[in-house]
């Protein structure tokens, strides 16, 4: 169960839809990191979620075939929020949606398939989520 502070702190964040459509790839090197929308490096690998434009910057050694969208979510309360993220991803786990879900210091980033973006869309409005205008797609 979702705690009602948490319940309020949604209401109070919105998101909005990235223009980019993204590929998460594992990367022997990247040339320029600051480039690209996330890098995570361990002593396993480098993974990059970076843009199509993009990809020629790294040495490729697998990369997924889906184009993934991202929405960007400004939580209103960031790091003192219990569940905040378990609200997320077990309401796109109810819708069936495939999600890949981080944060940053003060945003969470969810991405999806492309072809499910409109149907996260909805699932965030109905959590309380308010959403920003949408950016164009170039």
Same mark, same amino acid.
């Given at each position: 169960?979702?705690?009602?502070? @948490?319940?309020q702190?949604? *209401?109070? !964040?919105?998101? =909005?839809l990235? +223009?980019? =459509?993204?590929?998460?790839?594992?990367?022997? *090197?990247?040339? %320029?990191?600051?480039?690209? *929308?996330?890098?995570?490096?361990?002593?396993?690998?480098?993974?990059?979620? @970076? %843009?199509?434009? #993009?990809?020629?910057?790294?040495?490729?050694? /697998?990369?997924n075939?889906?184009?993934?969208? #991202?929405?960007?979510? &400004?939580? /209103? &309360?960031?790091? =003192?929020?219990?569940?905040? #993220? @378990? +609200?997320?991803?077990? /309401?796109m %786990?109810? +819708?069936?949606?495939?999600?890949l879900?981080? !944060?940053?210091? !003060?945003?969470?980033?969810?991405?999806v398939?492309?072809?499910? !973006? &409109?149907?996260a869309?909805v699932?965030?409005?109905?959590?309380?989520f *308010?959403?920003? &205008? +949408?950016?164009?797609?170039?």
């Amino acid at each position: 169960m979702i705690p009602q502070s @948490t319940q309020q702190v949604i *209401r109070q !964040s919105d998101f =909005y839809l990235e +223009a980019d =459509y993204f590929y998460v790839v594992q990367a022997l *090197r990247v040339g %320029t990191p600051h480039l690209h *929308r996330l890098l995570c490096h361990d002593e396993k690998e480098t993974t990059v979620i @970076t %843009t199509e434009a #993009l990809l020629d910057d790294l040495d490729i050694i /697998a990369r997924n075939k889906e184009q993934w969208c #991202l929405f960007v979510i &400004n939580c /209103a &309360n960031p790091f =003192y929020c219990v569940g905040f #993220l @378990t +609200a997320i991803s077990t /309401a796109m %786990t109810k +819708a069936g949606l495939d999600i890949l879900l981080t !944060s940053t210091f !003060s945003r969470d980033l969810v991405f999806v398939p492309k072809q499910h !973006s &409109n149907q996260a869309a909805v699932v965030l409005q109905q959590l309380g989520f *308010r959403q920003q &205008n +949408a950016c164009s797609r170039g």
